[in-house]
């Protein structure tokens, strides 16, 4: 999408708030820091102090999190211990992690095109929710633009850190409109030529966004915290570090997010502080070779719990209530207020790669194998050393038995005593060196739970056996089912709730339904509360959950359903209260085989479809959507209103195409009545009518076996080959 790089992040600004309904928080806008507010400002002083030292604190972190970033980036440092001529450097660690990356991201972004499911409490899928969070995604790029760095950030330093937000972006729609003549006065059509105008129509365009952030600028109080709110709730703070230009300082203080005049002190002081902590994204930067000058001012956004009272004023005694505050370089209080967001939570969504008990913050799992890689990599620069020595090697001359000219070249004669000149043999250390990068790739790898099945080459010496094929995937499929699981509770699934929340705050109704038509008019109808969507939706990850329906699991599926459809099967559930559903099932099986978008076509939920007002389906009909027509739509009153619509123009031809349907639909019900008209006359098959039996069903418990053709077809996989191709297959006997 060509338009998607014009939304733009705002580092923790909120977006303009929409239109307060009649509870909106009002007091949520409140400048806590105006007037004297000595009180506040004496305990952000204290606060600031805190987090100051809880940065130096975590500063040996930073430092090691910077040689996790070089050792992935392949750049040299300090830390290697031989130094000679050769400078290579073996990308072992970067190809572990992009592997892991790249095995993971496709766990979690399935091939059939579906990555969430929703489920409310009365057990139903709402659709509408689920094509706004899917095209939220596929809008913001999710998973080459977050859910990749995301995964990369987390094997590289050891901790997930995803913020929450919103974002908006302005568009002027050019459009030609053609109409019939109207009077100048009444604004009444006449007869007469169509008139063809253009038109010109501001709107706003928004969605939420997510930031990766490093963990290097993020600060969690008290360290022994386990999850963020529990940090929060014993009185402790988030901070996260952000850099401000100039023209971000003036975009943050217009929206009231910091005071103005002390946004013009930062801009004025900007050059002469500096910031004292690690800058991971600079060096980033630069690794790509782009100078880094700077430029900007070192901010932190804090969430902590103020105490307010009930006119949201500061009050020592009041009850404590989630703000904001942003500190300047000089840890001076420059924006101070009451959470934005009507969730009231924190935006970060933050937790370790692996959990250690009473540690908010996990450990890089580059540390255990940076040594080794440093050790490669000697190995591999002294056996090149060793080669370049070789090639120009010295040379011992005997001046007394020869002191003349000694020329390198093919074939060269040279004119003295044998025992005169003597070549200087260095070993050839290759061997050597290729045994002990050997040993490093596999330590390495071992350690990092990479096996055979995620990279392009296969580790081994020649061609494995089915048995060696059968345990590599049955050890990627545990490792890579352990590892997404974490990202999913972590990040992932709290990111869809937080999605439903901005997008019930700030979405703009009239604008969703001229956008997707029926679906957004479903959608509205659906939206529910923040405070709902938490307990209203049960939010699932879908790609965290295929590896628990492979090939084999949905092969045994089949003939399992096929077991209960057996009449004393269906009985003995009966007898128990149970009553068997396939529909779940079926739908279930004709995603993943059809994919999402054309599964949902297929199989289509009567229930999800609305039968609304003929003048709404109007609109939606002459701005180009594709309206369906519901079963217990009053198909004549419909066809009226429609027919009156189209005499004013059907620019997309939806209007005629919908009356078509709406004709088919009356010929379909005239035809069932008719139907239910004979059965209750005794009609039905008149003697002599030959009977049709229907297609003998499969035995209960059979397993459903593929064909065995002769010769398959041209390009066809061989069933060996299956894993190398992405696929999964079992070994044969």
Known sequence: MADEEAF??????????????????VSRDRDLL???????????????????????????????????????NCESNGNRYYSGIADIYLPIIKDAVDAIVTRWSNQLFPQSGRTVEVVDTDGAQPRAIVGLLEHYLRQGRFETQV????????????????????????????????????DPVTGAEMPGEEIEDIEIEDIIEGRPVFEVVHDTDVLVLPPTADTIEEALAVGGSVTIVRKWTKAKIDQMADAGVVRKAEAKTVKNEMAAVASDQRDIEKELIEHVGIKGKGGHAAVWETWHMLPLDDDGKFDEKGTPRLCRVFFGPKRVPLGAKRNPYWNDRCPLLSGPLKKIAGVFKGGSPLQAVESI??????????????ATLSAAPMIFRDPEKYNGPIVYNVGAVIDCPPDAIKIAEFPDLTPRAIQRVQMAIQAIFQSLSVNPSMLPQQMRAGKPTQAQIAQDQQVDLLTTAEGVKVVVETCLTPALGWAIDLDYQFRDRDLLIRQFGEMGVRAKMEAVAPLQNRSHYTFIWRGGEQVKMNAMMQQLGTGWLNVLRDPAMRQALALEGYQLHLAPAILANTQNIFGAFLGSSILIDQRTLLTMDPELENGLLADGHDVQVHPLDDDPKHLQAHQQAMAGGDPHGMIRAHIMLHLQSMQMKNMASMQRSQAMLGGGPQPGQPQIAGPRGPQPGAQPQPNRPLRGPPGQIHPDQLPRAGMIAMPRK
């Open 8 to 25: 733009v992040l705002d580092d923790a600004v909120a977006p303009p708030a929409a239109e307060p309904e009649a509870d909106a928080p």
């Open 373 to 386: 890689q440093y050790e490669a990599n000697d190995a591999v620069n002294e056996g090149a050393d060793a």
């Open 147 to 182: 859910a990749q760095p995301l995964l990369r950030n987390g094997l590289v330093e050891g901790h997930l850190n995803l913020y929450c937000d919103w974002a908006e972006i302005g568009r002027q729609i050019v459009s030609r409109e053609t109409h019939a003549p109207r």
């Open 34 to 72: 105006a007037g004297k507010a000595e009180k506040l400002r004496s305990h952000l002083a204290e606060l600031s102090g805190t987090i100051w030292r809880g940065y130096q604190d975590q500063a040996q972190r930073a430092d090691d999190i910077a040689d996790y970033w070089d050792c992935y």
